[in-house]
Structures are given as structure tokens and as C-alpha cells.
């Protein structure tokens, strides 16, 4: 049986290397537990809980600023379960027989030779040959990109097409450059920096049979996982990312953000936007970033699905620096920012004639938990500063929390790796939520900041 993700470049020298690192991460992962469970030992030991609870309740004042911190416990004892069921119901849609034609568009911007792993992985798929086609749009860059884009079309003639852009014009225009050359029914959007497995397309385009389905969304897993700590504990994040949010909102046919790395959309239907989508402007500002999120509220908007396909896995390169992975979430999270807003405004109109209240309510409890988080922990770090004892608690709280979203990541993945996802909880607490608050402040710059 071939493996469905081509083979890697050989970065361990031997086989003793190789055992050797599983052991130093077996050991490293031992003390992060044993850290952890001294963390919330701690906690309890010292009494840092029963403090807490003399000072939220010392006046009228500190209970009532506490009240928050109860609301916040409600709505998560809601979302956790709600989250959790819809993850049970959720099931991707069966391989289809009748498989269309379908267009792979891999724009690609100073990508260097990861660009030619993206074309090869893709003109590798067990897709059938004349159903598919390969275009790979280079943006302008700068570097040697275009010469591994040449090197990978010319092993496969007859199926990789390449176009280039005289100058970079952004990622939005090098998709809509693709769209408007490919031929296929199905239009798929691949980033350069990834690889999709041999079965990839097949399962990805299987949920077109519904024709109420506009766009579909692959499952993401991490390149360079084993890169360092921070790309381990991006690995369970992505996996979080979309087994969890992304599998249970697609009960309701409502997946918010086809992510960029592997989706596919119904030509048809993004015909009917596709100049819209090229020249939207928020703010009366042209929109250069978010172009996947944007792509996937216009085709609700068009009363189409959106859905999430577990059976399609492709492979990207995650950020291996935390300078790196801010400047992506603030990114993302203004792209978030104007693309909530704008799905306010039709959430509650008959955009489409099934699934619009889960939606809403989805949608509404989403947003809802993001200030809190932001005045439970100013809160709770202001408590600190009084009394420092406090901190054992609410780093136990850290632990706790982050230890009962990885009882899904274990559901899913069924491996100890789930303690570099309780550490990432502690990264985004004091280092990676505070891209919110920076997103929002630096909204109008459109610059791509990864780039």
C-alpha cells in the first residue's frame, strides 16, 4: 500500500538517531507531565484556591467584579458539551465514485523549493489524469521560486501549467489569475508550502455530490512538526483547529474559514463573486489578507455549505518562531475581525433556507468568550499582584483547562503529544492572546507581515 503523503527529505542520519530522539522526547514529555501535575498539586497544597475565593468575595465591589468570572464558568460548562456533541455527530462524507473535473490553482510568493513539494505532491495524486489540472501561479517573487516551479512543470507536462506575474500583486490576484485560466467544475486552493496526500483530492471534492455544498475544507497537519517545541505544539493546535471547531461546525453545514491550505470550491458558485471577492474592500480599504475566510463568507452569503472533510489531509509548514507565528495570528485574527463583522449583517436573513439559527448561535458564542478570556485574566493577574500565592491557581487553572481540550485531541489522535498542547495554552495565555488586542489596534495596516 503506497503512503498517502510523499516521502519526507532524510533528516535523521540512522536508525540509532532515530531512537534516540524518540527516547530524549519521551523524556522530555515525562517532565512536562510530572511539571504539570506539580502545578496543580501546588495549587491545592498551598491553599491558593480557598484564597482566591477569601478575595473575589471581601466586598460588595470584588463580588461583583467577580461576576464575570461566574458567567464565563456558565458559558463554558455550555460550549464545552454543545462542542463536544456536535464533534460525536460529526461524520465526513463517504468517497465518491463520480469524481468532476477539478482545477488545483498553488499560489506561490518567494516559496524557494517547498513550491516544487507542493507540485509534486499534487501532480502525484491517484486523481484521475484527465479529470485534473495543475496551475501554479508565481506572484512576483524575487527569489529562485519560479525556477523550482519550472523544474516541477516540466516533469509533468501535460499537466502543470505555470504563469507569472510581472510583479507581486498579493495572493488574492494570484488566485483569481488561476481561476480565470483553470477549466475544471471544481476550483481547489492549495498553499505552496504544503503537500496533500495521494488521496487528497478525491476525498476533498466528495462532498460535491450535495449540490447544496459550495466549498469544502481539508484537515491540516503540521510539515515541520519535529522542528523544535513550538512546532510540536503547533501540530496538536492545527489538529485542535480542525477535528474540534472545524469538524463540529460543520454538523451545520457552517465551517467559517476554509482554511487556505487545502480547500475547494464550486466554480459555479464562485463565479458569481469572484470580482467582488478580487476587489473587496473594508473600511475603504482593498482587503489583502484573509482572502480564504473572505472566500468562504461569500459563498454563504451565496446560500451555499461549507464543510469540513476529515478524509482530505495535506501537510503545511508551520511557523517556527514565535516573531513568526504572531505576525500570522494577527493576520488571522483581523481577517477574523471583518469578516464577523460582515457575517453579522446577513447571519439573520434568509441567506440560505437550512441551518442559519445554529449558525448564529455558533457564531454568537464564539465571540461572546473572547472578552471574557481577556478580563478574566487581567483580573486574575491583578489578584496576583496582591497577593502572589494566587499565581499557583491560576496557573493550575492553565493546566486544567488546557488538559480538558486535550481529552478531544486524544479522542482524535491517540498519542501522548497532547501534553505540547497543554504547554501551548500557556504560550497563548501570556504571549499569543495579546495578538488580539494588537490586531485590533493596528486594523488598518494591510500589510501581509509574513512576508
Known amino acids: 500500500m503506497p503512503e498517502r503523503f510523499p516521502q519526507q527529505d532524510a533528516i535523521l542520519a540512522s536508525t540509532k538517531v532515530f531512537e534516540a530522539s524518540e527516547n530524549a522526547e519521551n523524556f522530555t514529555k515525562t517532565l512536562i507531565f510530572l511539571a504539570f501535575s506539580v502545578i496543580v498539586l501546588s495549587a491545592f497544597v498551598s491553599g491558593s484556591f480557598e484564597r482566591a475565593h477569601y478575595w473575589y468575595n471581601l466586598s460588595f465591589v470584588t463580588r461583583f467584579l467577580s461576576v464575570p468570572l461566574v458567567v464565563y464558568s456558565v458559558l463554558m460548562m455550555v460550549h464545552l458539551p454543545y462542542r463536544a456533541i456536535l464533534?460525536?455527530?460529526?461524520?465526513?462524507?463517504?468517497?465518491?465514485?463520480?469524481?468532476?473535473?477539478?482545477?488545483?490553482?498553488?499560489?506561490?510568493?518567494?516559496?524557494?523549493?517547498?513550491?516544487?513539494?507542493?507540485?509534486?505532491?499534487?501532480?502525484?495524486?491517484?486523481?484521475?489524469?484527465?479529470?485534473?489540472?495543475i496551475l501554479c501561479v508565481d506572484d512576483g517573487s524575487v527569489d529562485d521560486t519560479w525556477e523550482y516551479i519550472q523544474r516541477a512543470a516540466a516533469r509533468y507536462p501535460r499537466l502543470v501549467r505555470t504563469l507569472r506575474h510581472?510583479?507581486?500583486?498579493?495572493?488574492?490576484?494570484?488566485?483569481?489569475?488561476?481561476?480565470?485560466?483553470?477549466?475544471?467544475?471544481?476550483?481547489?486552493?492549495?498553499?505552496?508550502?504544503?503537500?496533500?496526500?495521494?488521496?487528497?483530492?478525491?476525498?476533498?471534492?466528495s462532498p460535491f455530490v450535495d449540490a447544496k455544498v459550495?466549498?469544502?475544507?481539508?484537515?491540516?497537519?503540521?510539515?515541520?512538526?519535529?522542528?523544535?517545541?513550538?512546532?510540536?505544539?503547533?501540530?496538536?493546535?492545527?489538529?485542535?483547529?480542525?477535528?474540534?471547531?472545524?469538524?463540529?461546525?460543520?454538523?451545520?453545514?457552517?465551517?467559517?474559514?476554509?482554511?487556505?491550505?487545502?480547500?475547494?470550491?464550486?466554480?459555479?458558485?464562485?463565479?458569481?463573486?469572484?470580482?467582488?471577492?478580487?476587489?473587496?474592500?473594508?473600511?475603504?480599504?482593498?482587503?489583502?489578507?484573509?482572502?480564504?475566510?473572505?472566500?468562504?463568507?461569500?459563498?454563504l452569503r451565496e446560500g451555499y455549505d461549507t464543510v469540513y472533510q476529515r478524509t482530505a489531509e495535506v501537510q503545511t509548514l508551520a511557523p517556527s518562531t514565535l516573531t513568526k507565528l504572531a505576525r500570522m495570528l494577527t493576520r488571522w485574527h483581523k481577517s477574523f475581525i471583518r469578516e464577523s463583522i460582515i457575517f453579522s449583517t446577513f447571519m439573520f436573513s434568509r441567506y440560505r433556507d437550512r441551518h442559519r439559527l445554529p449558525a448564529a448561535f455558533d457564531f454568537m458564542l464564539t465571540v461572546v468568550l473572547i472578552p471574557f478570556q481577556f478580563y478574566i485574566t487581567l483580573y486574575s493577574l491583578y489578584?496576583?499582584?496582591?497577593?502572589?500565592?494566587?499565581?499557583?491557581?491560576?496557573?493550575?487553572?492553565?493546566?486544567?483547562?488546557?488538559?480538558?481540550?486535550?481529552v478531544f485531541y486524544i479522542r482524535f489522535e491517540r498519542n501522548t503529544d497532547f501534553l505540547y498542547g497543554v504547554l501551548y495554552s500557556f504560550l497563548h495565555v501570556f504571549f499569543l492572546m495579546w495578538t488580539v488586542p494588537y490586531a485590533v489596534l493596528t486594523f488598518k495596516n494591510n500589510s501581509w507581515l509574513t512576508r
Open 87 to 133: 464533534c460525536f455527530l460529526y461524520k465526513p462524507y463517504p468517497l465518491s465514485a463520480n469524481l468532476p473535473t477539478v482545477s488545483v490553482v498553488i499560489p506561490a510568493y518567494n516559496e524557494g523549493a517547498m513550491v516544487e513539494k507542493a507540485i509534486e505532491s499534487s501532480a502525484l495524486s491517484d486523481y484521475p489524469r484527465e479529470k485534473m489540472e
Open 166 to 205: 510581472p510583479r507581486n500583486r498579493g495572493k488574492r490576484h494570484a488566485l483569481a489569475t488561476g481561476f480565470k485560466q483553470s477549466r475544471g467544475e471544481i476550483l481547489v486552493t492549495m498553499d505552496s508550502d504544503s503537500v496533500i496526500a495521494r488521496d487528497g483530492l478525491k476525498h476533498l471534492v
Open 214 to 299: 459550495g466549498a469544502a475544507t481539508a484537515k491540516v497537519r503540521v510539515f515541520n512538526k519535529r522542528q523544535n517545541f513550538l512546532t510540536r505544539m503547533l501540530a496538536v493546535r492545527y489538529i485542535m483547529a480542525f477535528e474540534f471547531f472545524r469538524a463540529s461546525t460543520s454538523v451545520f453545514k457552517t465551517v467559517m474559514c476554509c482554511s487556505g491550505v487545502l480547500s475547494a470550491y464550486r466554480r459555479s458558485v464562485v463565479a458569481r463573486f469572484q470580482d467582488r471577492w478580487l476587489n473587496q474592500q473594508f473600511m475603504g480599504q482593498f482587503c489583502t489578507y484573509g482572502d480564504d475566510r473572505a472566500l468562504t463568507n461569500f459563498v
Open 383 to 406: 489578584h496576583i499582584f496582591v497577593d502572589p500565592i494566587l499565581i499557583l491557581r491560576f496557573l493550575a487553572l492553565i493546566v486544567i483547562m488546557g488538559a480538558t481540550y486535550m
